[in-house]
């Protein structure tokens, strides 16, 4: 993990040991204002923006986010990816569930999301600036994540115990891994 | 055979390359590999192909058997019962990624020798685990003092290798899991044989269905640990 003070937008790059070559470019927002108009431009028919955006109230760990990357990599690889586009397979494996539609509206970002992660696969200099330019709000250094989770409602998504719960982490990643079994 | 079908067959390699990695032990049914994924320190488990067996025949118990032992191991977490954090499965290469546990088994741990007091401690958390999971249905189907992990920096019990565990509210059923224990202290730890003392009584005191658990362990050992089976 990489972390780069590049302007004001502190990205960090994550790299995948089983996927060499391969890096995602993670930023994270808070305060955004726009986030119903960043869904639209994901979801519009003519130009669709290519890239993840999270609820980051739902991603505890950017661990979290690493694994399911990984998982997306390793599914595209094989011919198994689900979704339409990597991006959008890396927000269904943060789920932890095959249900593509519920996973989009639950985890990815919505018109009351108010802080955002975003995640892009290799982007070029212009993507990175169209990035930075889209969303309105924030940006502050992935450190501040785990203080962004709705622990409440990520325990209700993933059907989590009270044991289970406890260590909330441990147990999303184990649910992430096991969604095919 | 090409990839495509190799892949259909559950037997691609997995992605975090086994030549990286460090091969702990092989047993009758899978390979278990120390790596790295994702800067973490990982067990690979990968179950291997056996080519006697028909081809599709193969495949099916492979798999059934991996996703057995993957949802074996998220009930226990579920019932609070300390295990490996889950990181990645892939069905196709029928592998299982898990936490490395930096720790030392029980077995060791007695091998090291214990004094009573530690040992009666540590059979008193074996027990209250174990009633746990039995009274949440979780067989476990190995317990050998090698399959469980105390941490090396928490002192936390971790049970490892559900691969032969199965749901069952069976009281025949946690007998046996605990008639395999109490073989396991017998033959291997001859001078320990008060730790299990200690697992059976908490197991008493922690679990609701301990009556007709016990009672069954009684009948397990008069006749051992496969059932008689007659018509």
């Known amino acids: 993990m990489v972390m780069a003070m590049t302007s004001d937008h502190p990205v960090t790059k994550l790299s995948f040991e089983g996927h060499p070559g391969r890096s995602l470019w993670v930023w994270l927002y808070t305060d955004v204002t726009n986030g119903g108009e960043i869904q639209q431009q994901i979801t519009s028919a003519s130009a669709p923006l290519d890239l993840a955006a999270l609820n980051a109230a739902l991603v505890p760990d950017v661990w979290i ?3 399911a990357a990984h998982k997306a990599l390793t599914a595209a690889s094989r011919g198994l990816q689900r979704a339409h586009t990597l991006h959008a397979q890396v927000v269904c494996n943060i789920s932890g569930s095959r249900h593509i539609g519920e996973a989009l509206k639950r985890y990815g970002v919505g018109k009351q ?19 930075q330019e889209l969303v309105k709000g924030k940006a502050v250094p992935l450190t501040e994540l785990p203080g962004l989770c709705n622990r409440t409602l990520l325990q209700k998504y993933h059907k989590l115990s009270a044991p ?5 982490v441990d147990s999303v990643t184990s649910h992430i891994a096991a969604t095919d079994c | ?24 032990s092989q047993g009758a049914e899978a390979r278990v590999w120390s790596g790295e994924f994702l800067g ?13 067996r028909h081809p599709v025949l193969d495949k099916h118990l492979n798999h059934s058997r991996l996703k057995q032992e993957v949802r ?4 226990a977490r579920k019932l609070g019962i300390p295990t490996p954090v889950l990181y990645d499965v892939e ?14 088994s029980v077995k060791e741990l007695l091998k090291k020798g214990m004094s009573p007091a530690d040992r009666h401690s540590l059979g008193r958390k074996i027990g209250q685990l174990l009633a746990t999971m039995h009274d949440g249905s979780l067989v476990h189907g190995d317990l050998t003092t090698s399959n469980m992990l105390v941490r090396s920096d928490s002192q936390d019990l971790v049970m490892i290798d559900f691969g032969l565990s199965s749901i069952s509210g069976l009281a025949e059923d946690k007998a046996v899991d605990l008639y395999v224990l109490e073989r396991a202290f017998n033959s291997a730890h001859a001078t320990s044989v008060d730790m299990y003392d200690a697992v059976l009584e908490a197991y008493k005191q922690h679990s609701r269905q301990w009556c007709p658990t016990l009672n069954k362990l009684a009948d397990v050992r008069m006749r051992g640990r496969k059932r008689v089976m007659v018509g």
């Open chain 2, 72 to 75: 074996s191991l998220l009930k």
């Open chain 1, 113 to 131: 999301c108010s802080s955002l992660l975003v995640a892009k696969f290799e982007p070029t200099p212009q993507q990175e600036k169209q990035v």
């Open chain 2, 1 to 24: 055979m090409s990839k495509d079908d190799l892949a259909k067959e559950g037997f691609l390699d997995p992605i975090i390359s086994t030549a990286s990695c460090q091969l702990l």
């Open chain 2, 91 to 104: 069905l196709e290469a029928s592998t299982i990624y898990m936490e490395r546990i930096a720790g030392c």
């Open chain 2, 40 to 52: 973490r320190p990982v067990i690979l488990k990968q179950r291997f192909k056996k080519k006697y």
């Open chain 1, 164 to 168: 289970e719960a406890a260590q909330l």
């Open chain 1, 65 to 67: 986010l690493h694994l």
